[in-house]
């Protein structure tokens, strides 16, 4: 009944800068917060950033502080990440992700969410 799809990915070289699109669709989706994590070759899964739909606080991983922004547009159920200063360090398949709205989530925890997109590649060169 939730899916989610994630666009915007891409090759780009040190510094350079991404925008990561992710919109939900269905007509029951009431999720708390949604998030990006991202995941390297041979590494675990990391949380990246979260926003929450009510209040609009943000989230985010000490890697990507001060590089990356994310933010909504709650009309659209759309989530967005703006990642600038990009390093070779950021390379990974990156997903989105929605809880269930059944509880408030940590949101920093893979396992509190229940809706995931296929993921999106970003490369960055050195």
């Known amino acids: 009944q939730v899916q989610l799809v994630e666009s915007g990915g891409g090759l780009v070289q040190t510094g350079g800068s991404l925008r990561l699109s992710c919109t939900a669709s269905?007509?029951?989706?009431?999720?708390?917060?949604m998030g990006w994590f991202r995941q390297a070759p041979g590494k675990e899964r990391e949380f990246v950033a979260a926003?929450?739909?009510?209040?609009?606080?943000?989230y985010y991983a000490d890697s990507v502080n001060g590089r990356f922004t994310i933010s909504t547009d709650n009309a659209k159920n759309t989530v967005y990440l703006q990642m600038n200063g990009l390093k070779p360090e950021d390379t990974a398949v990156y997903y989105c992700a929605a809880d269930s709205g059944r509880t408030v989530p940590v949101v920093t925890k893979d396992d509190e969410y229940d809706y995931w997109g296929q993921g999106t590649q970003v490369t960055v060169s050195s």
């Open positions: 926003i929450s739909r009510i209040g609009g606080s943000t």
């Open positions: 269905g007509r029951t989706f009431g999720s708390y917060a």
